[in-house]
């Protein structure tokens, strides 16, 4: 299977402290993305790094990839209670995608 | 908002009933997508349709019946569930499926499910 797989699984940090999650995949892989989900509603994509990229920044957000580790982490600096979500890689292929268990962050004000 | 919408947003139904999700897509893309969320699970992949036409069936079980009459609308229609059906069920879309390539998926909000 080329699901991805998160760590932790639940991760509980103080507002302005970095958080920093794990993704480790079984296959190669073409892209990984990454996803957040508030409670009970839809997934919201966060960034997509390609296998030929080591490390993507989008505000906040720095993802890194490390194909010969089969692994990707995602860092989220200077953490807001609004960050509050599951986080979930997810392998792309040809026409499916393939989502890890995800990390619960719970950020404290 | 994802430009995906989902109705209705929460369903209760018995084992013999027969009922559909909807899903509509406001973004113009040509690739839709059904999950299946349950607790303490991965998002299973259920079905994937691109141009209208199915080309991903994940084994899933036939009391599930997907329907994609264009590219803007996809539909689950469900009948004679099973208790452990009970999920959040979320729709998605993407730009297309290209070869080698998969592009970011834009979901729906999820209609929350319970079979009784």
């Known amino acids: 299977s080329q699901q991805g797989e998160e760590d932790p699984q639940a991760l509980s940090i103080q507002e302005g402290e970095n958080a920093t999650m794990n993704c480790s995949y079984k296959?190669?892989?073409?892209?990984l993305q990454w996803y957040r989900q508030n409670s009970g509603r839809g997934l919201v994509h966060l960034i997509l790094?390609?296998?030929?990229?080591r490390e993507k920044h989008s505000g906040r957000l720095r993802v890194t990839l490390d194909t010969s580790k089969k692994s990707s982490s995602l860092l989220i600096t200077a953490s807001r209670a609004a960050d509050t979500a599951s986080y979930f890689c997810a392998t792309g292929d040809f026409n499916k995608f393939y989502f890890g268990s995800g990390t619960k962050l719970n950020v404290k004000p | 908002e994802t430009g995906v919408t989902q109705t209705p947003r929460h369903l209760v139904m018995g084992m013999t009933n027969k009922k559909s999700l909807k899903c509509e897509q406001h973004l113009g893309h040509n690739a839709m997508y059904w999950y299946k969320q349950s607790a303490k699970k991965p998002l299973e992949l259920m079905f994937v349709y691109s141009l209208e036409e199915r080309v991903e069936n994940n084994s899933v079980p036939s009391r599930f019946s997907p329907e994609c009459p264009n590219s803007s609308h996809l539909f689950l229609h469900l009948h004679t569930l099973q208790p452990e059906d009970s999920a959040l069920y979320l729709c998605a879309s993407s730009p297309g499926l290209a070869g080698g390539l998969a592009y970011e998926q834009y979901f729906g909000p999820g209609t929350r499910l319970t079979v009784t």
């Open positions: 790094i390609r296998s030929n990229e």
């Open positions: 296959t190669s892989i073409n892209n």
